[in-house]
């Protein structure tokens, strides 16, 4: 149902990825946004949303796709409050693909960071705008994802017959 409703509403999405992984559902318990700690995170930096509103809606309802879908606008990643993590690419499934990996990683990241007891040093708003357009963008996904399925293609050939 959601990524039905968001490709309705948002044709010029090509693809998006979901799930419900370790250390993005733990972070997406707390209802916020990454924090710009990282050149990594800074790729998300003000192109990410969190969607509570919908957060104890059952994802197959009909319902909670129509009111997810309207959260992607402009942006290629969400956090779903006590869900999980969802990307989305204007430009390929690869794209898609890399975000979402790329977005698990910091929510890890950012949970350990926050576990050491010590506030991270965020990387100033200007400094994580220009990281989120030079290893942001849509090809640069797309480029990340060129060895992750290259490794796929030489290890896992059975995957793709």
């Known amino acids: 149902m959601l990524h039905a409703a968001v490709h309705e509403a948002h044709p010029d999405i090509i693809s998006m990825c979901h799930a419900h992984t370790v250390y ?34 059952v994802a197959v309802e009909e319902k909670a796709g129509l009111a997810v879908c309207d959260w992607f606008k402009g942006v290629k990643a969400a956090i779903h409050q006590n869900h999980g993590l969802l990307t989305a690419s204007r430009h390929s499934i690869e794209a898609a693909a890399f975000w979402f990996i790329a977005l698990e990683r910091c929510c890890r990241q950012q949970l350990m960071v926050e576990a050491s007891g010590h506030k991270p040093v965020l990387v100033p708003p200007d400094r994580a705008r220009y990281s989120r357009e030079h290893v942001g963008s849509e090809y640069i996904g797309w480029l990340h994802f060129q060895p992750i399925y290259g490794h796929l293609v030489a290890t896992q050939p059975d995957m793709f017959t």
């Open 24 to 57: 993005g559902t733990a972070f997406a318990a707390l209802g916020r946004p990454l924090e710009p700690i990282s050149q990594d995170a800074a790729a998300f930096f003000e192109d990410h949303i969190v969607i509570k509103d919908e957060a104890g809606q």
